[in-house]
């Protein structure tokens, strides 16, 4: 099968930080007449160079090895970069650090904590239960700011759905997580098992930013990847400054 027939490409990124050795990045591709996935390259581990800035030819590189693919993967119109990393931080955050502070109050549950928690991770712990880490309280911001200071460097994708609604060419923040039947490190729910490289350790980098890729690439097909459960997309009364967390719809 080759990248010409591919009607839209998802890319994957599980994030690892500034000085991580261990990003992983991968790619797979949507052939509607065939309905059928094909993955293109899952990158092994490895470290964003010091040298030069971090593009998107930077994260595609390790995963596909081969220039051709690249330009190829680069032109497609339908893409998306699906990213395991908060693409946001809290509103009253960004009110906090400029002075313009309004709250004090203690809240009962961290989850309340309009500094350490978006609106849409307080909506997902409401929906299914599970608290994300927090950028602001946790390590997790080491992995946000990479992500967010790379996201003038990737080219004509846009930011969904905090910059712009939706997007052919689309960056992203997912949560693979919430597409497993338990923690971090447990195998994806079993609709997801035949979808994903065969030779991938379950619970490792590599596994959840393949995950990430098939999210991304249910948005870049507009839902259309039958083999693939829906995305499910923000809640109509939600204000999308903070931005959204992607994910698959349970059964």
């Not at 080759?2 to 790619?27: P, S």
């Not at 509103?91 to 109050?105: H, I, K």
């Not at 923040?173 to 971090?184: D, Q």
Request: with cysteine.
């Amino acid at each position: 099968m080759t990248m010409e027939h591919m009607d839209a490409i998802g890319i994957g990124w599980d994030v690892r930080g500034w000085q991580g050795n261990a990003q992983a990045v991968a790619v797979v591709g949507w052939q509607a007449r065939e309905q059928r996935l094909h993955w293109f390259g899952v990158s092994p581990l490895f470290r964003l160079s010091s040298r030069v800035a971090p593009d998107l030819d930077a994260l595609l590189r390790p995963a596909l090895q081969d220039e051709m693919n690249l330009m190829q993967v680069l032109a497609c119109p339908q893409l998306a970069l699906g990213i395991d990393a908060p693409l946001a931080f809290p509103r009253a955050l960004g009110d906090l650090l400029a002075g313009r502070a309004t709250e004090c109050a203690v809240p009962q549950r961290e989850i309340d904590n309009p500094y350490a928690y978006r609106d849409c991770e307080r909506w997902l712990h409401r929906q299914y239960g599970k608290k994300p880490l927090s950028a602001t309280f946790d390590r997790l911001g080491n992995n946000a700011t990479l992500a967010l200071s790379m996201l003038p460097r990737l080219g004509d994708l846009q930011l969904v759905p905090k910059l712009q609604y939706q997007a052919d060419r689309a960056v992203l923040e997912v949560y693979p997580a919430l597409a497993k039947v338990g923690g971090k490190a447990s195998a994806v729910r079993a609709e997801l098992q035949p979808h994903l490289p065969a030779e991938l350790a379950t619970g490792t980098d590599r596994y959840d930013a393949a995950i990430c890729a098939l999210m991304a690439l249910q948005y870049a097909a507009k839902g259309t990847v039958s083999l693939l459960p829906p995305l499910i997309q923000a809640p109509a009364d939600m204000v999308l400054d903070e931005g959204w967390v992607y994910h698959f719809a349970r059964p």
